[in-house]
């Protein structure tokens, strides 16, 4: 059950994790839900697993009992094996609960983010046909607005701050998978990628415990550490590099319902956590706010911040590594890779932004249309191979062949090249390479230049046809409170870029579109800048 009251959240030197990492790889075929266990097996019972807005608290054999209560729940209402539960919504208790429990009894859990619209959750229900859907009504009015209108009236004594719903959809059935099956899947992350149509990523229990256990060898969470946690467990990072991640270790996560960047300062400030990983546009906000504060945030007990989920610029990068005084950490991964495949971590990180060195284990190769790898230096499409690599999409063989090839490398979509120090750099996507007057060009590196302007916080570059061309359209937000001058800046840009990297419209926009995740919505910006150039073609 909960503890309410103060928790002792004091940061100690930080242990070494390879003891437990060895005793934890002794129990490889245990499920990813073991990881509380594990813990209480190492001697961190007692130890603070979950802290909460409010200051209650969970250990983790509070934890693992409420999982243990949820998944003989489930279980006694005939959730079998293979079935998938949708979970809509925020972080909280509930949700830890229900994913794990989900997961205990052999069933899928499909993590959704209660922001999301009613047409995407239904379409996302509609194409994994999950036999029972579990909201935390408890967490956000958007959970509660999509139970009133799915009419989700049951309950469950573990999960008491939420509501279920049964589904009796013909195709909720298990999916077929043998007795012996020693890769069955743990949970399902929805994304929709490059073609914009959702698509259900399979990740099984040896994905999670195979990336979790890299973490634990790689020390990027140590059992002492506190860990912010505001990122939504409905994604990939979120959920898998910051939660099970954190767990795996035994450390302890102030898992916070929203983001606000007022709770990060004041958590920072107060040396109440230790590691911090975040997405550019919190790092942004907190930024932002401690300009109006006033109020600067060194020193502090930071030990690792780290970023991810979206490119990072040289600018983000610097600014954010003055704010809290500790060099920035980042990487690079997708859903598809469980979401990891390369980070600095491991190595000092590089005064250039890069997506770091692959991750230990896992194969990382830059390779040419025909599958060859290329040297250092070469572009070419970025592509992973190993234990980290999903099962495939859900119901979707063809796409998973065009995922995954024969030789079983993940073809990524991105396009990227190794330095002389044999570190990983993202340049941009496939899809979204701009071809101007023969010329190809990335958005990446134009969005880098475009971000070193004062007063930018975030940009996007996308690419626009015109007869026989393709014109460069650049989307610009600035920082809280500034403007930006497109004169100055398109002299800045010329000055930066060859000439037919320079775009030929610069629009300011108070906000990009983004994703309840913070990734700016490219296809959305794209469509946009389509239909100027229909409109100004119109014209007379």
Not at 254 to 271: H, T
Not at 332 to 351: F, K, Q
Not at 357 to 384: F, K, M, T, Y
């Amino acid at each position: 059950m909960l503890v309410a009251g103060s928790v002792d959240l004091s940061i100690d030197s930080p242990a070494s994790a390879t003891a437990l990492e060895i005793n934890l790889e002794q129990s490889p075929m245990r499920g990813i839900d073991g990881l509380m266990a594990e813990a209480i097996e190492q001697g961190r019972g007692d130890h603070p697993a979950v802290v909460l807005d409010d200051g209650s608290a969970l250990t983790y054999r509070e934890l693992e009992a409420r999982v243990a209560a949820g998944a003989n729940e489930l279980a006694a209402l005939g959730l079998a094996r293979g079935e998938r539960v949708a979970l809509i919504g925020e972080n909280s208790a509930d949700m830890v609960v229900a994913l794990f429990a989900a997961m205990r009894t052999g069933a899928w859990a499909v993590p959704l983010n209660p922001r999301m619209s009613a047409a995407e959750i239904d379409g996302i229900c509609a194409h994994c046909e999950p036999r029972l859907a579990y909201l935390a009504t408890g967490s956000s009015a958007e959970a509660e607005a999509h139970a009133q209108r799915l009419g989700a009236a049951g309950a469950l004594h573990s999960l008491p701050q939420g509501r279920l719903l049964r589904s009796e959809l013909p195709g909720a059935q298990a999916e077929p998978a043998a007795a012996d099956d020693v890769d069955p899947v743990a949970l399902m992350i929805y994304t929709s990628g490059s073609t914009g149509t959702p698509k259900g990523v399979m990740l099984t229990h040896a994905n999670l415990r195979f990336v979790t256990g890299r973490s634990l060898h790689q020390e990027v969470l140590l059992p002492d550490d506190v860990l912010f946690h505001a990122l939504p467990i409905s994604h990939s990072f979120g959920l898998i590099t910051a939660l099970m991640g954190a767990l795996r270790a035994g450390a302890t996560i102030r898992l916070v319902e929203r983001f606000s960047a007022q709770v990060l300062g004041a958590a920072i400030a107060s040396g109440g956590v230790n590691v911090v990983m975040g997405v550019p546009a919190m790092y942004a906000r907190l930024h932002d706010w401690v300009q109006q504060q006033g109020r600067p945030l060194t020193p502090n007990r930071l030990r690792l911040a780290f970023i991810g989920g979206s490119l990072v610029d040289a600018t983000r990068k610097a600014q954010t590594e003055a704010l809290l005084g500790i060099r920035l950490h980042h990487g690079y991964g997708l859903s598809e890779s469980s979401p990891i495949a390369a980070r600095t971590i491991g190595h000092p990180p590089p005064a250039e932004v890069t997506a770091g060195w692959p991750v230990p284990g896992i194969e990382v190769e830059v390779q040419d249309p025909h599958g060859r790898s290329l040297p250092a230096g070469q572009p070419g499409e970025v592509c992973i191979r190993g234990r980290n690599v999903m099962k495939g999409y859900f119901r979707d063989p063809a796409q998973t062949a065009v995922a995954i090839d024969a030789r079983g490398w993940l073809h990524t979509g991105d396009i990227g090249c190794f330095g002389p120090a044999g570190d990983l750099s993202i340049v941009g996507r496939i899809k979204e390479m701009i071809i101007r007057g023969g010329f190809n060009v990335y958005p990446a590196e134009v969005e880098r230049a475009i971000a070193a302007f004062a007063d930018v916080a975030q940009c996007a570059v996308v690419g626009c046809a015109t007869d026989g061309d393709e014109e460069i359209v650049a989307y610009i937000e600035p920082a809280a409170g500034r403007q930006i001058d497109t004169q100055a800046l398109g002299s800045f840009l010329r000055e930066r870029l060859t000439p037919y990297k320079v775009p030929s419209r610069l629009i300011v926009m108070e906000h990009l579109p983004a994703s309840t995740t913070g990734k700016l919505l490219k296809a959305q910006l794209k469509n946009m800048a389509a239909a100027t150039a229909a409109a100004d073609r119109e014209r007379p």
